[in-house]
């Protein structure tokens, strides 16, 4: 509340005519504008991590593709987006919190191309499923530029583990203890080129 005040006084100070007012003005909106998104991770960080996982049947096909709607990815200009999922494959769990994994992983996919343009030919973002006796198993990969060294170190570190400048690192922290939740894993898949994730769930999951 004290941070969305500010911001409404800033907006008002932003509109007079003083030039000293209007050469410092937007300064202040984008920095207060950083702060509220900051305290708004760190809220949804607390409200996710305290929330159980409330399970029911599941599209992973659907789920991803609308994941990647809201990730931005489909329709996008230069960015391919592959979803291998078979199409009749449900499983037990809860939408709304593995969305927003998906959606987290694919957006840092997208940012990472859109960080780093024309450097990669033909970038592309595949999912795809795998299973085993004990685990099922959707990986998200790109042939992207990969995380720096940096990020790689401090992966699923809250406040750590961000690859874009002034990020949270809460993303993949979340993401992470979501997974965990619903009895998986989220792993990070070292690679020459491009970043792959696999979300493993137990094979209990699978529902046909």
């Known amino acids: ?27 202040l909106v984008t920095t207060l504008d950083k ?13 996710q991590s305290a929330t159980p996982p409330k399970p029911g049947p599941v599209d992973l096909h659907l789920l991803v593709d609308e994941s990647a709607i809201e990730a931005g990815l489909m329709g996008h200009p230069e960015i391919r987006f592959i979803n291998e999922v078979p199409d009749d494959l449900v499983i037990n769990a809860d939408a709304d919190q593995l969305g927003r994994v998906f959606v987290n992983l694919l957006k840092n996919a997208r940012q990472a191309f859109e960080a780093n343009t024309g450097s990669t030919p033909a970038p592309a973002i595949t999912t795809t499923y795998s299973e085993t006796a004990d685990e099922l198993t959707l990986t998200i990969s790109d042939n992207g530029p990969g995380l720096p060294p940096r990020a790689k170190e401090n992966l699923f570190v809250a406040f750590q583990g961000s690859a874009r400048a002034g990020g949270t690192g809460l993303g993949l922290a979340i993401a992470r203890e979501l997974i965990e939740a619903h009895g998986g894993k989220l792993v990070f898949v070292d690679q020459p080129k491009g970043a792959r994730f696999d979300v493993i769930l137990p094979i209990a999951t699978r529902l046909h």
């Open 1 to 27: 509340n004290t941070l969305t005040s500010a911001q409404l006084l800033s907006d008002q100070v932003a509109t007079l005519d003083d030039p000293n007012v209007q050469r410092l003005a937007p300064r």
């Open 35 to 47: 702060a509220i998104g900051f305290a708004q991770s760190v809220l949804d960080y607390g409200r």
